[in-house]
């Protein structure tokens, strides 16, 4: 993956999976990309995920070394992957914050929600099961918390706050406000 060393994202694997026989864009000139029309069986993989091979394409993932998926990004331009790829987020109306009143991740994120003045819908897992059953359902069988959904169309597991920082700012539209671009 060519991403430079001062990407949040640097130590994250990226892969992008798009369908070529829907006519779906090339992928980004970054980050491995798996074509389900060359290889179907990587279609298992997202539907693992909760995401439909027919409907969500393209999508990003990012893991870490150990292999556990840190964030999933669906329906995504070109545009979009190659930032998710980079560390950055889409503009976004809606974020919801799956967390925890236990965990001290979730309030270091709170935090730096609140530090940004991100508007955003705290739901706590340990009381809604439908809602858990969606972050199990994209985190591949994991009850991550914090987990952040971005219009339903980027979901972060629990990131580290560099990554998450980076996201935020870019989907609020803040480093182009600050000139940080």
């Given at each position: 993956m060519s991403v430079s060393p001062a990407?949040?994202?640097?130590?994250?694997?990226?892969?992008?999976?798009?369908?070529?026989?829907?006519?779906?864009?090339?992928?980004p000139s970054f980050g491995f990309a798996v074509d389900l029309?060359?290889?179907?069986s990587a279609a298992h993989q997202l539907i693992k995920l909760g995401v439909s091979p027919r409907s969500d394409l393209p999508v990003v993932t990012l893991t870490d070394?150990?292999?556990k998926l840190r964030a999933l990004?669906?329906?995504?331009?070109?545009?979009?992957?190659?930032?998710?790829?980079?560390?950055?987020?889409?503009?976004?109306?809606?974020?919801?914050?799956?967390?925890?009143?236990?965990?001290?991740?979730?309030?270091?994120a709170r935090r730096l929600l609140e530090e940004i003045s991100f508007d955003y819908e705290e739901i706590d897992l340990d009381t809604s099961d439908r809602w858990e059953?969606?972050?199990?359902?994209?985190?591949?069988?994991?009850?991550v918390v914090p987990t952040l959904d971005f219009d339903?169309?980027?979901f972060v597991f629990n990131p580290e706050l560099v990554l998450m920082r980076s996201l935020l700012e870019?989907?609020?539209?803040?480093?182009?406000?600050?000139g940080l671009e």
């Open positions: 990407s949040p994202v640097g130590h994250l694997s990226s892969q992008f999976i798009f369908n070529s026989r829907h006519g779906e864009l090339e992928p029309a060359e290889d179907p070394v150990g292999g990004g669906c329906r995504l331009s070109k545009e979009e992957a190659e930032g998710l790829i980079q560390g950055r987020a889409f503009p976004t109306r809606h974020l919801r914050f799956f967390g925890a009143t236990w965990c001290p991740d979730c309030r270091r059953a969606l972050v199990l359902e994209r985190s591949g069988g994991r009850r339903g169309r980027l870019s989907a609020a539209g803040l480093k182009e406000e600050r």
